[in-house]
């Protein structure tokens, strides 16, 4: 059993999000609470082309633990050699499969969520990494099915838990979905009731209270948190703080947001060296940071021309005196 589904507490995941949970981003959720990172997904084929991205893409810094690189392919035996690689360069602590990816490239290749209409094939290629790397653990992420008339999550699941995987997460949408419509919960339910390896839930989890209630309906046994912690990184802090005490920790204030903001952007420029670059790479994650911010619309067309730290601490500044001036004259005229 891996060791942090021993704890009386539910493990928090961070997903695993191609271009947006790289280390610097995941150490500062773990800062947050989130108990246990995955990589974004790493081709087994750059692995063992020791292609230099890709040996960026498995960095990690000792914080960032427990941790799993996450692969994919459709090729047993290189996923199994570019798994036994990841080990031997960063030992992880554990090693993830992707079996849910619909993006076309991967499943062009049969990688990805294809697998998951090739049963024979995805259980060779897990059964063959489990094999290759034994004792060292393996788990496993799913989307539900291909598609509405196919779903066969609880299928793939245990075929997954027979070959050998120690846990799976499963995305509670089909292939064709996509990120549309609504994670289907009760699916996921139904196969962590049927399985016995641990099953992390995940799917739209926005707040504390949707972590809470998922939990206690479900029976999984961890649960995986995406796109909410691109806006609000501190749902880690309030998931955990509701499920100790139910306690409901509110949002963090607009000038907490922004440090936090202008801290990611610092600590991303002194990683890659390179401010511009970096500035322009991260203006996605500004976005991400601004939704459900004062004057959105205007903040939005500031930060998509961002390419200085400089820039970023004027906006800051900028955006926090007209909040909180705005803030004012709503009072006053409340007031008078
Ligand atoms: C930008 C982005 C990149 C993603 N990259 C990956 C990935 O590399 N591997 C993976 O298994 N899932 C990936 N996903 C899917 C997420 O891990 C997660 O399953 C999905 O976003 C649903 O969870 P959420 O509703 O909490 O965001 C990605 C999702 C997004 C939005």
New binding site residues.
């Given amino acids: 059993m891996l060791p942090w589904f021993n704890s009386p507490f539910c493990p928090l995941y961070l997903?695993?999000?191609?271009?947006?949970?790289d280390s610097v981003f995941r150490r500062l959720c773990k800062e947050q609470g989130a108990d246990v990172m995955?990589s974004?997904?790493v081709s087994a084929d750059g692995i063992l082309h020791r292609n230099q991205r890709t040996r960026e893409m498995i960095y990690f810094h000792p914080v960032e633990r427990p941790l799993g690189i996450?692969l994919?392919g459709a090729d047993p035996e290189r996923m199994a050699a570019a798994a036994e690689a990841v080990v031997e360069w960063g030992a992880p602590d554990f090693i993830?499969l992707?079996f849910?990816?619909p993006v076309n490239k991967v499943v062009c290749k049969h990688g990805g969520s294809a697998l998951l209409r090739d049963c024979p094939l995805l259980e060779k290629v897990a059964g063959t990494v489990v094999r290759k790397l034994h004792p060292f653990p393996v788990t496993a992420?799913i989307r539900l099915g291909w598609d509405q008339t196919s779903i066969n999550a609880l299928t793939t699941a245990k075929i997954l838990e027979d070959a050998g995987i120690q846990a799976i997460?499963i995305?509670g949408?089909t292939k064709d979905q996509g990120?549309s419509g609504d994670?289907d919960w009760d699916q996921i339910a139904r196969v962590a009731s049927a399985v016995s390896v641990p099953v992390i839930g995940?799917?739209?989890?926005r707040s504390a209270i949707d972590i809470g209630c998922r939990i206690r309906e479900t029976g999984v046994r961890g649960l995986?948190?995406?796109?909410?912690?691109?806006n609000n990184p501190w749902i880690f802090r309030q998931a955990r703080a509701f499920l100790r005490s139910g306690v409901v920790v509110p949002d963090v204030g607009l000038e907490e947001k922004w440090n936090h903001i202008l801290r990611h952007c610092r600590m991303a420029v002194a990683e890659n060296q390179e401010e511009e670059f970096t500035m322009a790479s991260m203006r996605g994650r500004l976005m991400a940071y601004s939704r459900g911010m004062r004057n959105g619309r205007q903040l939005r067309g500031e930060l998509q021309r961002v390419t200085k730290i400089e820039q970023l601490e004027q906006i800051r500044d900028r955006h926090l005196t007209q909040s909180e001036e705005e803030a004012l004259a709503v009072d006053t005229v409340e007031t008078a």
């Avoid at 997903?15 to 949970?21: D, H, K, L, R």
């Avoid at 995986?224 to 691109?230: E, H, P, T, V």
């Fill in positions: 997903a695993p999000m191609a271009g947006v949970t995955v974004e997904f996450q994919f993830d992707n849910g990816c992420k997460a995305h949408r990120y994670a995940n799917g739209d989890l995986m948190i995406g796109r909410a912690a691109m």
